[in-house]
């Protein structure tokens, strides 16, 4: 049973760098039939679509949030990574990775998700 | 603002059948298979729909999805209490080359 589950600090400081990494275990990163993705959920509000890594590194992102953001994939490690620069309060949300798959465009399998809180 | 257009919220008694409509565009929905996913409060999203239409394995054959056009509806038969979530429809947008989601519904089974 294919699992994922995200790491990183909990609480980012205003202008830093907000950072997590994805594992994913029970399956292997380096696949051509998935990409694999980062979902957020401010407070109170819906899911967004922060972007997708493919094994090669190939990546597409959201256009709104393209210009910080930095996803990095290790294939060694079975790991993907999220990087968002110069966080605000905006960006406090529960951040979930997720599988993508590559026909159907969907997100089958998810991680349980962890709150990032960008407070001073 | 979402990409794609979903009611707030919908209700119904228990044991009725509810609809939720998502609507987008030819860029995404009009070109793209759609998804929904059933969210309850401090768990991952669940995928309910794939593809349009399809369940995975696991999921009841209570739940089923239709697309025509640029729109999509999940419809729900024999509601649950358990069935109270909040209910997302998504999809690829082929103009952004990103993956866009519907701004939730609240399903209530009063």
């Known amino acids: 049973q294919l699992q994922l589950q995200e790491s990183g600090p909990g609480l980012v400081k205003p202008s830093e760098t907000l950072s997590l990494t994805c594992t994913v275990s029970?399956?292997?990163?380096?696949?051509?039939?998935?990409?694999w993705g980062w979902i957020r959920q401010p407070p109170g509000k819906g899911l967004e679509y922060i972007g997708n890594?493919?094994?090669?590194?190939?990546?597409y992102y959201n256009p709104s949030l393209r210009s910080r953001v930095t996803i990095s994939i290790d294939t060694s490690k079975n790991q993907f990574s999220l990087k968002l620069s110069s966080a605000t309060a905006a960006d406090t949300a529960v951040y979930y990775c997720a599988r993508h798959r590559l026909g159907a465009r969907d997100f089958d399998y998810w991680g349980q998700g962890t709150l990032v809180t960008v407070s001073s | 603002q979402s990409v794609l257009t979903q009611p707030p919220s919908v209700s119904a008694a228990p044991g009725q059948k509810v609809t939720i409509s998502c609507s987008g565009s030819s860029s995404n929905i009009g070109d793209n298979y759609v998804s929904w996913y059933q969210h309850l409060p401090g768990t991952a999203p669940k995928l309910l729909i794939y593809?349009?239409?399809k369940r995975p394995s696991g999921i009841p054959d209570r739940f089923s999805g239709s697309k025509s056009g640029t729109s999509a509806t999940l419809g729900i038969t024999g509601l649950q209490t358990g069935d109270e979530a909040d209910y997302y429809c998504g999809t690829w947008d082929s103009s952004l080359s990103a993956g866009v989601f519907g701004g939730g519904t609240k399903l209530t089974v009063l």
């Open positions: 593809d349009n239409n």
């Open positions: 029970g399956g292997s990163i380096n696949s051509s039939d998935y990409y």
């Open positions: 890594i493919y094994y090669s590194g190939y990546t």
